[in-house]
Protein backbone atom coordinates (compact mmCIF):
# COMPACT_ATOMS: atom_id res chain seq x y z
CA UNK A 1 0.00 0.00 0.00
CA UNK A 2 1.44 3.21 -0.99
CA UNK A 3 1.02 6.52 1.37
CA UNK A 4 1.82 9.91 0.80
CA UNK A 5 5.14 9.49 1.57
CA UNK A 6 5.59 6.90 -1.70
CA UNK A 7 4.67 8.94 -4.73
CA UNK A 8 5.22 7.15 -7.68
CA UNK A 9 8.14 9.32 -9.24
CA UNK A 10 11.72 8.26 -10.75
CA UNK A 11 13.42 9.82 -8.32
CA UNK A 12 11.78 7.03 -6.25
CA UNK A 13 12.97 3.95 -7.32
CA UNK A 14 16.21 2.12 -6.76
CA UNK A 15 16.89 5.05 -4.26
CA UNK A 16 17.33 7.65 -7.64
CA UNK A 17 19.74 4.86 -9.41
CA UNK A 18 17.46 4.78 -12.62
CA UNK A 19 17.61 8.78 -13.08
CA UNK A 20 21.49 8.75 -12.14
CA UNK A 21 22.16 5.80 -14.51
CA UNK A 22 20.46 8.55 -17.17
CA UNK A 23 22.32 10.95 -16.22
CA UNK A 24 25.50 8.81 -16.35
CA UNK A 25 24.80 7.72 -20.64
CA UNK A 26 23.68 11.50 -21.11
CA UNK A 27 27.71 12.81 -20.20
CA UNK A 28 28.80 10.06 -21.74
CA UNK A 29 27.05 10.37 -24.89
CA UNK A 30 28.08 13.46 -24.73
CA UNK A 31 31.63 12.93 -24.22
CA UNK A 32 31.38 10.92 -27.28
CA UNK A 33 30.45 13.58 -29.41
CA UNK A 34 32.98 15.57 -28.38
CA UNK A 35 35.58 12.80 -29.50
CA UNK A 36 36.92 13.78 -33.27
CA UNK A 37 37.41 10.14 -33.53
CA UNK A 38 34.04 9.41 -33.61
CA UNK A 39 32.15 10.22 -37.09
CA UNK A 40 28.91 12.73 -36.43
CA UNK A 41 25.83 10.19 -36.59
CA UNK A 42 23.72 11.27 -33.57
CA UNK A 43 23.63 9.66 -30.35
CA UNK A 44 20.84 7.54 -28.81
CA UNK A 45 19.79 6.79 -25.00
CA UNK A 46 17.34 4.43 -24.77
CA UNK A 47 15.80 3.95 -21.46
CA UNK A 48 13.23 1.15 -21.22
CA UNK A 49 11.19 0.30 -18.04
CA UNK A 50 9.31 -2.71 -17.62
CA UNK A 51 6.56 -3.08 -15.47
CA UNK A 52 5.43 -6.62 -14.95
CA UNK A 53 2.84 -7.63 -12.49
CA UNK A 54 2.38 -10.20 -10.80
CA UNK A 55 -1.16 -12.65 -10.84
CA UNK A 56 -2.43 -11.08 -7.77
CA UNK A 57 -2.17 -7.78 -9.51
CA UNK A 58 -0.54 -6.23 -5.94
CA UNK A 59 3.00 -6.24 -6.87
CA UNK A 60 5.53 -5.47 -9.70
CA UNK A 61 8.45 -6.32 -10.74
CA UNK A 62 10.57 -2.81 -11.86
CA UNK A 63 12.68 -4.06 -14.88
CA UNK A 64 15.20 -0.76 -16.13
CA UNK A 65 17.44 -1.43 -19.23
CA UNK A 66 19.40 0.88 -20.11
CA UNK A 67 21.34 1.49 -23.88
CA UNK A 68 23.68 3.68 -25.50
CA UNK A 69 24.44 4.04 -29.16
CA UNK A 70 27.77 6.11 -29.78
CA UNK A 71 28.75 7.21 -33.13
CA UNK A 72 31.08 4.81 -35.51
CA UNK A 73 34.71 5.37 -35.15
CA UNK A 74 36.25 7.13 -37.79
CA UNK A 75 39.93 7.06 -39.14
CA UNK A 76 41.62 8.34 -41.23
CA UNK A 77 41.74 6.79 -44.82
CA UNK A 78 45.01 4.92 -45.90
CA UNK A 79 45.82 3.65 -49.64
CA UNK A 80 47.02 0.14 -50.88
CA UNK A 81 47.74 -1.83 -53.16
CA UNK A 82 45.93 -5.21 -53.50
CA UNK A 83 46.67 -8.71 -55.93
CA UNK A 84 46.77 -12.52 -55.57
CA UNK A 85 50.30 -14.04 -54.91
CA UNK A 86 52.23 -16.35 -56.22
CA UNK A 87 50.00 -18.75 -54.16
CA UNK A 88 46.73 -17.44 -55.63
CA UNK A 89 46.05 -15.54 -52.56
CA UNK A 90 44.62 -11.90 -52.56
CA UNK A 91 47.48 -9.74 -50.82
CA UNK A 92 47.32 -5.99 -49.93
CA UNK A 93 50.42 -3.63 -48.91
CA UNK A 94 49.91 -0.18 -47.14
CA UNK A 95 51.26 2.56 -48.94
CA UNK A 96 53.71 4.04 -47.24
CA UNK A 97 52.31 8.06 -46.01
CA UNK A 98 54.51 10.97 -45.40
CA UNK A 99 54.33 10.77 -41.78
CA UNK A 100 57.09 7.70 -41.19
CA UNK A 101 59.82 10.60 -42.67
CA UNK A 102 59.00 12.14 -39.74
CA UNK A 103 60.26 9.53 -37.93
CA UNK A 104 63.47 8.63 -39.73
CA UNK A 105 62.51 5.72 -40.79
CA UNK A 106 63.03 6.19 -44.51
CA UNK A 107 60.94 5.20 -47.43
CA UNK A 108 60.10 1.49 -47.84
CA UNK A 109 58.96 1.01 -51.86
CA UNK A 110 56.61 -1.52 -53.04
CA UNK A 111 58.65 -3.55 -55.85
CA UNK A 112 56.29 -5.64 -58.40
CA UNK A 113 58.90 -8.68 -57.83
CA UNK A 114 58.76 -8.74 -54.21
CA UNK A 115 55.01 -7.88 -53.49
CA UNK A 116 53.13 -11.21 -52.95
CA UNK A 117 56.27 -13.07 -51.91
CA UNK A 118 55.56 -12.05 -47.86
CA UNK A 119 58.15 -13.39 -44.91
CA UNK A 120 57.18 -16.59 -43.49
CA UNK A 121 54.58 -17.68 -45.49
CA UNK A 122 54.26 -20.88 -47.79
Do not use: W
Not at 49 to 54: E, T, Y
Amino acid sequence: MFTSKDPVKLENVYQGQVIEKGNQLLEEAIKNCLDLSYDDSPRKIKITLRLKPNVRRDEIAFLPEFEIQKGKIRMASIGMAIGINQAGRPEAREYVDRQQALFNQGVIPIDSKTAGAGEGRE
